[in-house]
């Protein structure tokens, strides 16, 4: 199963958000072991890389990304992303570009902490906890 994994998931263990590094960290836990095909935009590197410098430092930024991008794939941003995301419906440019490469890679669904941003998905939104739920039934 590809998967599609928006940015805040990376940041909330990263960032070590209490209320959400646990389930954030087992879903990335599932692309480590290889029961999924984690994919994160080419977008998300640097603004991940922005977010953890800022509020940690540098080189954490670097270490993590690097230590994401040993079992994560990019979905890649050429023009055509652009151009869907410039005319898609959602209201954050950003979560427009993460789906639709996402999408042109064919992943079947996006993990992500708030769905809401996604309401205009084709694919399943999962949060972290339902994701881990569906995966606990198979």
């Known amino acids: 199963m590809k998967v599609l994994i928006d940015l805040n998931i990376l940041l909330d263990v990263s960032l070590n958000r209490i209320d959400f590094v646990n389930d954030s960290a ?4 599932l692309a480590v072991n290889k029961k999924i095909d984690g994919y994160i935009s080419a977008i998300s590197t640097d603004t991940f890389f922005y977010i953890v410098a800022k509020n940690i430092n540098t080189n954490k930024a670097k270490s993590d ?30 979560d427009a570009l993460q789906y639709f490469s996402g999408s042109s ?5 996006v993990v992500t902490r708030n769905p809401r941003d996604f309401k205009h998905c084709q694919q399943p939104i999962y949060t972290p906890k339902e994701f881990l739920e ?3 039934r198979k």
């Not at 690097?66 to 950003?94: C, M, P, Q």
């Open 26 to 29: 087992e879903v990335l836990s």
């Open 65 to 94: 990304l690097r230590d994401y991008l040993t079992f994560l794939n990019i979905a890649k941003v050429d023009i055509n992303i652009i151009r869907l995301g410039l005319t898609s419906n959602f209201k954050d440019y950003e």
């Open 105 to 109: 890679v064919g992943c079947d669904c």
């Open 134 to 136: 569906l995966n606990k």
